[in-house]
């Protein structure tokens, strides 16, 4: 019966949440029916004015004409039978002459065909001066301005393909959680940003002040720490929602940065001396197996671990903020070879880097201290600067990550009531109301997505 009851709660939740994602999708496209129905009405009003204005004079004129052509010929004027505007105008563009519009428009009601109405001279006379003060004062001398209607296509198409793209049926899977997972000292919380609910998993305590970086892969959140040599802390399995290891003893406070492939490795940057030289600071490279549970030392970078972030793509190793001895600065992206070990390309960046993201795709976000916000492209590498932060002030650490949704990135600052929602398409920041139900201190905290392929460096 136990069994039978959480099986009906989990329909019953189901049932809920899908029906409300129906009427959700449905709301949505009744919005953008009337909007287009709106967009239709308000461009088909104009023209609808101008076709009626010409309709009106083409039928008076047709009457003068047959007012005049009665003068001398008796006849019925076809058109006011009831024929069709389209058919007049055909009639009218297809006709050479005057004489070939009478003869199609106009049916004689004389006997005699051929027979015309004789008109004396004064009753001549008086048509000509009438049909001469009519020509003065007509109102068919007013112009009506041709319409013309410019469709930009490339618009029309993108606004085609946006609406094909912009809502996407996403299956639940194993692999997809939709959530975003806030690491702190005491708890780990999941925020789904869809629902707009938390759910918290308290466990045992992390001694955060040694630990040096986080990285989220195949389920699985691995802590790394140690001296020299990386070794694993512990690691949260998403899947069981448990910690599967947990080492008390940790070794001293080094600077370190990793990244997940996207397959079954980690790459990691650690800290230290050059042997052959002491003065030189360099990085270790290690790569890190998760299935087998083996690093790999792949040998050293000439790059300094300021505070940066890194990931990894098509064999290179990308690191945004690490000072470089030929850059001596940390305003900059250097990307590695792994295989040759050379720095291959160095990317100046117009202010230090606070908090970085990668958007699974091609472009890295970055954000200043002071709120400043720019993208680069991994491909081209262009920069774009795009809308700020809508504060500027205590931009924390690592606290911008990529959402589960497409589209979305967030910024996070929890207790200090900063969090944000950054629409890619719009290129606009939305408040958010977070309601975070468990109080940590700013800052004590990593922030990060279980699609995420990337690392991020605190502490």
């Known amino acids: 019966m136990k ?48 076709v009626h204005q010409t309709s009106s004079t083409i039928n008076d004129i047709i009457n003068e004409i047959e007012t005049i052509n009665n003068v001398f010929k008796s006849s019925k004027n076809k058109i006011n039978d009831g024929m069709e505007m389209d058919n007049i105008v055909q009639s009218i563009t297809s006709s050479t002459t005057i004489d070939q519009f009478i003869d199609q428009s106009f049916t004689s009601t004389s006997p005699n065909n051929d027979q015309s109405i004789e008109i004396n001279d004064t ?104 001296y020299d040599r990386p070794s694993i802390h512990t690691w949260f399995n998403l899947k069981r929602g448990e910690w599967e290891r947990i080492i008390e003893k940790t070794s001293d406070y080094i600077k370190s940065s990793s990244s997940f492939d996207g397959g079954e490795m980690v790459y990691m940057l650690i800290d230290c001396v050059d042997d052959d030289n002491d003065q030189e600071q360099v990085s270790k490279v290690y790569r890190f197996n998760i299935n ?63 908090s970085c993201c990668h958007d699974g795709n091609d472009l890295l976000y970055m954000l200043s201290e002071e709120g400043q916000f720019i993208s680069v492209s991994m491909t081209t590498w262009k920069t774009t600067e795009l809308a700020p932060l809508p504060f500027n002030e205590d931009v924390a650490r690592n606290e911008l990550c990529r959402g ?6 967030y910024y996070l600052q929890l207790n200090d009531d900063h969090n944000y929602r950054y629409s890619i398409r719009l290129n606009e920041w939305t408040k958010l109301d977070i309601n975070d139900p468990v109080t940590r201190p700013n800052g004590n905290f990593v922030l990060l997505v279980s699609e995420e392929y990337s690392g991020f460096h605190f502490g």
Request: hydrophobic share 35%; with cysteine; proline share 4%.
């Open 3 to 50: 069994l039978l009851w959480s099986t009906l709660k989990e329909l019953a939740t189901k049932h809920q949440t899908l029906t409300k994602a129906s009427k959700e999708v449905t709301e949505r496209c009744k919005e953008l029916h009337e909007l287009i129905i709106l967009q239709e009405h308000k461009i088909n009003s104009q023209i609808n004015d101008r």
């Open 123 to 226: 009753e001549l006379l008086t048509l000509v001066q009438q049909s001469t003060k009519h020509m003065i004062t007509s109102q068919y001398n007013v112009h009506i301005p041709v319409c013309q209607l410019d469709i930009d296509l490339d618009m029309y198409d993108s606004i085609k393909n946006q609406l094909k793209s912009c809502i996407e049926f996403i299956e639940e899977t194993p692999d997809h959680y939709s959530r975003l997972i806030i690491l702190a000292e005491d708890s780990i919380s999941f925020y789904s940003p869809l629902s707009k609910t938390w759910s918290v998993i308290n466990h045992q305590h992390i001694p955060w002040s040694i630990l040096t970086t986080a990285v989220c892969a195949n389920d699985l959140i691995f802590l790394f720490d140690g």
């Open 292 to 354: 087998e549970q083996k690093y790999d030392d792949l040998g050293n970078l000439p790059i300094y671990l300021a505070r940066p972030q890194l990931y990894f793509q098509d064999n290179e190793l990308i690191c945004v903020d690490g000072i470089t001895p030929e850059g001596q600065q940390s305003k900059s992206i250097s990307v590695f070879n792994l295989t040759t070990k050379l720095l291959v390309r160095q990317v100046s960046l117009p202010w230090s880097v606070t």
């Open 404 to 409: 589960p949704q497409r589209g979305s990135l």
